[in-house]
């Protein structure tokens, strides 16, 4: 469609012009606040508390929405607020990773706090435009657009009734429109959801970035927690920035020097090391494919197994060699030498609204592979390209997506639900064009798609109240907790990653804590002690990483060629020194390791109280599904029984021999229930929590967040 | 394509080139802000300056760095955004940076060096296009 | 019988670094190996010799993500 009647049908319902500012040492000192339901835009100021308690990011992100809602407000009344923040170090061009954006809100699937981590270039041009974060309340009558001008200092609220709502679609229209021409279209970033969003409860948020060599708008998500569906309830259709003459010291830095010594020494390791490593310039984090499966830790077919012959018809070098473009420059934000940001080129797709469109997929990272792929039984690359390029336009978290239809589909294969159910779709494993054709339901707002886009926890509620089904079971097999789906790893033999999903804030996700090779494989925390120590402070250390705009990947996904030689080669000695010193050249603030985690614990103790205010956060909610802990059903149990059996014999001091299967699937699953139990309580306590998870007034006083109000939440749980 | 040649048996060490490249274009004599630079190593002389290779051309995520009509790689300064990778990323270790400017620099075969060298250290050549390291985007993207 | 991140691993004559990792499929790239406390370098997997009783370390880089 033309450009410009797109914009001719624009009404605008509000301007509100603002100085232009200056970034100092990493903040613009400002927030920009806008009210959809009233059309209210105003400044406020970003004080020297939020900086100490909160820093940034993530941390301003959980404080306003802590200030804009009550215990009793739900995802989609108009109190609930979407906040975008980067962070200090967020536009930083030297150091790699350094674009992030933080999005926090209420959650449709958890209705607790949700974060996610998102790069493409609205975090940094929100900065150099003047606001530290952007805070969007209220409801929108009709489909409407906010724009920010930061080249001349206007935000506008528009009425936007023509556009697509498709994310590869508008952002196309939005970035051709608001660009002068193609030159410019790289200071223009926008940010959607899509379709599906509309009709699930795991909608996305695209945030985009411009691509000078493909000339196309690439696409990177907020993914989990559904806050693309907040977005298109709020009836936003897209955020837009413009920011023009990006440099490298707009952050106006304590100590460009030492920004810039930093990140040259990281681009070298990088150039040097990484194609003996992790491949990350060549495939991203799908280099991962085949270790996981070769370690027996790749959920396949709703996580009942870690491995699959059939991986390697999709193993990284498939992706590498026939559908990634190799050699061009990938970062999300400029100055990543990681570019892992991968896209396939030219893809033509098979099916949908946009069959035979050739189209730039951007992925498939790892978790895309194996929760669309392995884990639904779709072991076929271009299938996995297509879902995730459709989840991606229509606004799905592929990982909710994934991770519940695998759920529906092993509830399909046992007989608890069937094709009545369905609509007639015949639900199995490896069923591609059933699994895409959910997505195009959940686009279209039909269908069982409807019903599997309300995420595995309705979906059980659903299955056992109407459909008959054994509720106790369908807890067991459904991969959620707190009503969020889990990210595509395999806990089952690896207890320090079971509390990593399950003692988490937003739910199970990977981003807190990632232990399965320290833990499985190399045995370095063998102790409840040892593996409290390690999910405390491997949580805190990455909630750090939120704080400040920055990307956690730069962290661990390559490492210095010495890295082997120093004390605790997990925790990249080098690189959390690199931190540090960024840190130091943006801000002047001179960190210690110890202060590094303290400022996190502040943000995440800060939002356990908020989950516990919401009416979660409590040692009940931290209990997770048994198919993360062990094996659920027979076949599970064969398919590991030499393991199953050693142990039973070796640490239980059960003898397997002239046992059922049942006897010892019941043995070992009291004892690894009580293993979870006993890790909560080692956890609970090295994080200065009370046996039923909740902080205690002496640790809230320590970290300096014993604020009234925080403290009104707790005092009686103590 | 035009780029400036090297015979480091014969450099004296002297140092001009270093000199008249930093007054050209930073209008100072400084060696930190010399695109050619004579180091030693095993106390031989060693010439250190781009060969226009281009290996950086794909790095830039701009594309501010590209190569002239005479083969000349060359940064926009005007929209670099100052990420430093092709400084990282540059084999040879060619590309400069100084901490008082936000923007790379190298050598643009422009040759003041070359006429000052008074032992013809350093000279003036030309290349086959062939040895041009950067990808045909037009070609990647055909497929 | 050799201990392998701390747990038993039975030996066998002519083990080595590489034998072993083809035994427990440690096909990851980075992995940091000891022996006895001494580090491996890759090249040298498959002639550094495994004797009995040795404390072997094959410690997994990777905690991304």
Same mark, same amino acid.
């Given at each position: 469609m033309d450009i410009r009647k797109l914009k001719e049908n624009h009404k605008l319902l509000k301007e509100y012009k603002y100085e232009l500012?200056?970034?100092?040492?990493?903040?613009?000192? %400002?927030?920009?606040?806008?009210?959809?339901?009233?059309?209210?835009?105003?400044?406020?100021?970003?004080?020297?508390?939020?900086?100490?308690?909160? +820093?940034?990011?993530?941390?301003?992100?959980?404080?306003?929405?802590?200030?804009?809602?009550?215990?009793?407000?739900?995802?989609?009344?108009?109190?609930?607020?979407?906040?975008?923040?980067?962070?200090?170090?967020?536009?930083?061009?030297?150091?790699?990773?350094?674009?992030?954006?933080?999005?926090?809100?209420?959650?449709? =699937?958890?209705?607790?706090?949700?974060?996610?981590?998102?790069?493409? &270039?609205?975090g940094p041009l929100l900065k150099f435009a003047g606001f530290d974060a952007l805070e969007i309340q209220g409801k929108a009558e009709k489909d409407i657009i906010v724009y920010i001008d930061g080249n001349t200092g206007v935000v506008t609220i528009e009425e936007a009734p023509l556009e697509a709502i498709d994310g590869h679609v508008l952002g196309e229209q939005l970035t051709e429109m608001y660009a002068d021409n193609e030159a410019d279209k790289r200071n223009v970033a926008v940010v959607t959801a899509g379709t599906g969003a509309e009709h699930t409860r795991f909608g996305l948020l695209n945030f985009t970035f411009y691509d000078p060599r493909r000339k196309v708008t690439r696409l990177k998500q907020a993914g989990r927690g559904g806050i693309g569906t907040v977005f298109r309830d709020k009836k936003l259709k897209a955020l837009i920035i413009k920011f023009s003459n990006v440099k490298g010291d707009l952050n106006n830095a304590f100590d460009q020097a030492i920004i810039n010594k930093t990140g040259i020494k990281y681009h070298k390791e990088i150039h040097d090391l990484d194609s003996k490593q992790n491949n990350m310039r060549k495939i991203g984090t799908a280099n991962i494919i085949e270790v996981m499966d070769a370690y027996d830790l790749l959920p396949v077919m709703n996580y009942q197994y870690g491995m699959h012959p059939d991986t390697q018809k999709i193993k990284s070098t498939v992706f590498i060699e026939k559908y990634i473009t190799q050699g061009v420059q990938d970062g999300c934000w400029y100055g990543c030498s990681m570019a892992c940001a991968k896209a396939a080129d030219g893809f033509e797709l098979k099916t949908g609204p946009y069959k035979g469109h050739k189209v730039t997929v951007d992925g498939p990272e790892y978790e895309n592979a194996a929760g669309l792929g392995s884990n639904c039984g779709i072991f076929d690359p271009e299938g996995i390209l297509e879902l995730n390029f459709y989840c991606d336009t229509y606004g799905i978290d592929t990982i909710s997506f994934g991770t519940a239809t695998a759920f529906a589909m092993e509830c399909y294969e046992r007989g608890i639900i069937n094709k009545e159910i369905t609509c007639g779709m015949e639900l199995n494993f490896g069923n591609f064009e059933a699994a895409v054709e959910l997505l195009h339901q959940m686009s279209r707002g039909e269908g069982f798609g409807v019903t599997v886009g309300q995420g595995i926890h309705k979906m059980k509620k659903l299955f056992a109240e109407k459909y008959g089904a054994d509720p106790d079971f369908l807890f067991d097999i459904g991969m959620e907790q707190k009503g969020l789906e889990y990210s595509e790893y395999m806990p089952k033999e690896s207890l320090a990653q079971q509390g990593g999903y399950g003692l988490t804030n937003k739910g199970p996700q990977h981003d807190e804590a990632w232990l399965i090779f320290m833990d499985m494989v190399n045995n370095q925390i063998p102790t409840f002690e040892d593996k409290a120590e390690a999910l405390h402070y491997f949580p805190?250390?990455?909630?750090?990483?939120?704080?400040?705009?920055?990307?956690?990947?730069?962290?661990?996904?390559?490492?210095?060629?010495?890295?082997?030689?120093?004390?605790?080669?997990?925790? @990249?000695?080098?690189?959390?020194?690199?931190?540090?010193? +960024?840190?130091?050249? @943006?801000?002047?603030?001179?960190?210690?390791?110890?202060?590094?985690?303290?400022?996190?614990?502040?943000?995440?103790?800060?939002? #356990?109280?908020?989950?516990? #205010?919401?009416?979660?956060?409590?040692?009940?909610?931290?209990?997770?599904?048994? %198919?993360?802990?062990?094996?659920?059903?027979?076949?599970?149990?064969?398919? %590991?029984?030499?393991?199953?059996?050693?142990?039973?014999?070796?640490?239980?001091? &059960?003898?397997?021999?002239?046992?059922?299967?049942?006897?010892?699937?019941?043995?070992? %699953?009291?004892? #690894?229930?009580?293993?979870?139990?006993?890790?909560?309580?080692?956890?609970?306590?090295?994080?200065?929590?009370?046996?039923?998870? +909740?902080?205690?007034?002496?640790?809230?006083?320590?970290?300096?967040?014993?604020?009234?109000?925080?403290?009104?939440?707790?005092?009686? =749980?103590? | 394509m035009k780029y400036l040649a090297k015979d480091e048996s014969k450099c004296i060490q002297c140092g001009n080139c270093e000199e008249v490249c930093s007054k050209t274009y930073f209008k100072i004599n400084d060696r930190a802000k010399s695109c050619i630079q004579i180091n030693e190593r095993d106390g031989n002389p060693e010439i250190n300056v781009c060969d226009q290779c281009g290996e950086c051309i794909d790095i830039c995520p701009v594309m501010a760095i590209s190569r002239d009509k005479l083969g000349v790689v060359r940064i926009n300064k005007k929209i670099c955004v100052g990420c430093f990778m092709c400084v990282g990323f540059c084999s040879k270790l060619s590309m400069r940076q100084h901490d008082e400017y936000i923007e790379p620099f190298k050598c643009i075969s422009c040759g003041l060096c070359a006429k000052q060298c008074p032992s013809e250290a350093i000279f003036m050549a030309e290349k086959d296009d062939s040895e041009a390291l950067e990808l045909q985007l037009d070609k990647v993207f055909s497929k | 019988m050799i201990k392998l991140n701390n747990r038993d691993f039975p030996w066998e004559e002519g083990m080595t670094v590489e034998s072993v990792m083809r035994a427990k499929s440690f096909t990851y790239s980075r992995i940091i190996v000891k022996v006895n406390g001494q580090h491996v370098d890759q090249e040298d997997y498959s002639n550094t010799a495994i004797n009995d009783g040795d404390e072997v370390q094959m410690i997994h880089l990777l905690a991304g993500g």
């Open positions: 500012g200056k970034v100092d040492k990493g903040y613009a000192n %400002r927030t920009l606040y806008v009210n959809i339901s009233n059309n209210t835009i105003k400044e406020k100021p970003v004080t020297d508390f939020m900086k100490d308690k909160f +820093v940034g990011g993530k941390g301003f992100g959980m404080w306003y929405l802590w200030n804009a809602v009550t215990p009793t407000t739900r995802w989609n009344e108009p109190e609930n607020e979407i906040v975008i923040a980067g962070g200090p170090v967020c536009g930083i061009t030297q150091y790699a990773g350094t674009g992030k954006s933080l999005v926090c809100s209420l959650s449709p =699937l958890t209705d607790i706090p949700i974060d996610s981590n998102v790069g493409g &270039y609205f805190m250390f990455r909630t750090w990483f939120g704080l400040y705009g920055l990307c956690k990947l730069p962290w661990n996904d390559i490492v210095p060629a010495d890295n082997k030689y120093t004390s605790e080669p997990a925790k @990249v000695p080098e690189h959390v020194q690199n931190y540090l010193d +960024v840190v130091y050249g @943006v801000t002047g603030k001179k960190l210690s390791v110890l202060d590094m985690i303290k400022e996190s614990e502040r943000v995440y103790n800060f939002q #356990r109280i908020f989950n516990i #205010r919401m009416g979660k956060g409590l040692r009940a909610n931290d209990k997770i599904p048994y %198919r993360s802990m062990g094996p659920v059903t027979a076949e599970e149990y064969e398919s %590991r029984k030499e393991r199953y059996d050693k142990q039973l014999a070796e640490k239980i001091g &059960y003898d397997p021999e002239d046992k059922t299967i049942e006897e010892k699937m019941a043995v070992m %699953r009291e004892y #690894r229930e009580d293993q979870y139990e006993k890790l909560t309580d080692a956890v609970y306590k090295r994080r200065g929590w009370n046996s039923n998870g +909740v902080p205690t007034l002496e640790h809230l006083k320590y970290l300096g967040i014993d604020f009234p109000e925080v403290v009104e939440i707790v005092k009686d =749980l103590q | - | -």
